[in-house]
């Protein structure tokens, strides 16, 4: 089992935008549908964000109207559009199944928010 891979992570001023990406192995990817997950420090890991291979989403209120999440299943590729951002979107940021596996998590990217 092999960690997924997420970048474009960076600093922004509050307001600003990132374009997170997430690049899986085929087979799973193909079979499974994804979620983007964050973690700030002290915290505990959240799901910020899924979809089913069929394109199905799903967003938390803290979040909802301000990420969305795509996917390429053709590139084997995952995106979080991340718009309107604020320091409290400061964090860690991860992809995974949607019900995830341990040994799927990986570095994650750094997203921080900050005038």
């Known amino acids: 089992q092999v960690p997924l891979v997420e970048s474009g992570g960076g600093l922004v001023q509050p307001g600003g935008s990132l374009r997170l990406s997430c690049a899986a192995p085929?087979?799973?990817?193909?079979?499974?549908?994804m979620g983007w997950y964050r973690q700030a420090p002290g915290k505990q890991r959240e799901m910020v964000a899924r979809?089913?291979?069929?394109?199905?989403?799903y967003y938390p209120s803290s979040v909802k109207g301000r990420f969305t999440i795509s996917r390429d299943n053709a590139k084997n590729t995952m995106y979080l559009q991340m718009n309107s951002l604020k320091p409290e979107d400061t964090a860690v940021y991860y992809c995974?199944?949607?019900?995830?596996?341990?040994?799927?998590w990986g570095q994650g990217t750094q997203v921080t928010v900050s005038s």
């Open positions: 979809i089913t291979v069929g394109g199905g989403t």
């Open positions: 085929a087979r799973i990817f193909s079979s499974n549908a």
């Open positions: 995974n199944t949607d019900l995830p596996v341990r040994e799927y």
